[in-house]
C-alpha cells in the first residue's frame, strides 16, 4: 500500500486552498452576472463547491461582494461547512 509523503493535513489543507480560492472567484462572478442581467452559476453548483472544501473562500465571497447574504441558508451553511473543514484539518494537524 503506498504512503503520503507528507501529512494528510498538508493535502487537506492545498485542498481547502484551491476550492476556496475558486469558490472565491465564483461567489464574485456571479455577482458580476446578476448585476448585469447575465446568466448566472446555480446555487446546487455553488452548494457543491463549498462542500468539496470551498466554504472558507465561499463564505468570504458571500461577505465581501454581498452576495447570497439574504438567504438563510447561505449565511447560516458556507460558515458552518467553513468551520467543519476548518476543523478537520486542525484535528488532522494534532493527531
Do not use: N
Not at 36 to 55: H, M, P, Q, V, Y
Not at 59 to 76: E, I, N, P, V
Amino acid at each position: 500500500m503506498p504512503t503520503l509523503s507528507a501529512p494528510v493535513w498538508e493535502y487537506l489543507a492545498v485542498l481547502l486552498a484551491v476550492m476556496s480560492g475558486f469558490l472565491f472567484v465564483l461567489m464574485g462572478l456571479d455577482k458580476f452576472k446578476a448585476r448585469t442581467g447575465r446568466w448566472r452559476i446555480s446555487e446546487k453548483t455553488l452548494f457543491l463547491f463549498a462542500l468539496l472544501g470551498g466554504a472558507i473562500g465561499g463564505t468570504a465571497g458571500m461577505f465581501l461582494f454581498h452576495h447570497k447574504t439574504k438567504h438563510w441558508y447561505f449565511r447560516f451553511l458556507f460558515p458552518l461547512f467553513a468551520a467543519a473543514q476548518l476543523g478537520l484539518c486542525i484535528y488532522l494537524l494534532i493527531q
